[in-house]
């Protein structure tokens, strides 16, 4: 059964770091998101993406998060200058029509 | 802002009972989706409903969106040690996110 890709499993980065997380959805969705998950905490939506472009974002998206698709199957969120409270689980969703998104097992950050 | 509120937050039972885990909002969803999340994993979706008063049966996973699309449960009949994880549910509005309750613990002793 396809599904969402998501790469690597787990990431540490030292603060003020760079990080990209890397995702493959599954491959006729045409709609992307990242959410996060802070330990113990609710799932948060970060961002959507769509025709190259983003869609919505929330206000945890601000000017350090970007996103990409680089290519016809990657989708890449980059921290610029990662901050201790970035740590957190960050999941990639794809869909291939409205209200069914579906998750990849996530990347573990770490922020030291 | 709308938020999805899901009661209890823990349940720990035995092999064989019944249980019922509610979502509840005062905002209006298009849709709710059912998520079940394993440790270090990924939410895995359950189901979805779209429609007001909309049950569906997933083996013994029943769930059901009320009436004015406020709400949701998800009853579990004769819970197993297999279904113990972190039940999440996620509401769909009109714009792209879903938002999400914190989650019901759920734990079958066997």
């Known amino acids: 059964e396809p599904e969402v890709t998501q790469t690597p499993s787990h990431q540490v980065t030292q603060m003020g770091q760079e990080v990209i997380l890397r995702c493959v959805p599954i491959?006729?969705?045409?709609?992307f998101y990242w959410y996060r998950q802070i330990l113990g905490q609710k799932v948060e939506f970060l961002v959507s993406?769509?025709?190259?472009?983003?869609?919505?974002k929330s206000e945890i998206f601000d000017d350090q998060f970007s996103v990409e698709r680089p290519d016809g199957s990657n989708f890449t969120l980059k921290i610029r200058s990662t901050k201790l409270e970035d740590s957190a689980m960050y999941f990639c969703?794809?869909?291939?029509?409205?209200?069914?998104?579906?998750f990849g097992a996530g990347t573990r950050l770490s922020v030291l | 802002t709308q938020l999805l509120e899901q009661s209890p937050q823990f349940l720990s039972i035995q092999e064989g009972e019944n249980l019922t885990v509610y979502c509840n909002s005062s905002?209006?969803?298009?849709?709710l989706q059912w998520y079940r999340q394993e440790p270090g994993e990924g939410p895995v979706l359950l189901v979805t409903?779209?429609?007001?008063?909309e049950v569906k049966k997933l083996k013994r996973l029943t769930f059901q969106f009320g009436d004015a699309r406020k709400d949701s449960s998800l009853h579990i009949t004769a819970a197993q040690p297999g279904d113990t994880g972190l039940y999440l549910c996620?509401?769909?509005?009109?714009?792209?996110?879903?938002?999400f309750g914190k989650g019901t613990k759920l734990t079958v002793n066997p």
């Open positions: 969703a794809s869909r291939p029509r409205k209200n069914i998104q579906y």
């Open positions: 491959s006729n969705h045409l709609y």
């Open positions: 905002s209006v969803f298009s849709s």
């Open positions: 409903v779209v429609t007001g008063g």
């Open positions: 993406f769509y025709n190259n472009e983003i869609s919505e």
């Open positions: 996620a509401g769909g509005g009109g714009s792209e996110k879903l938002v």
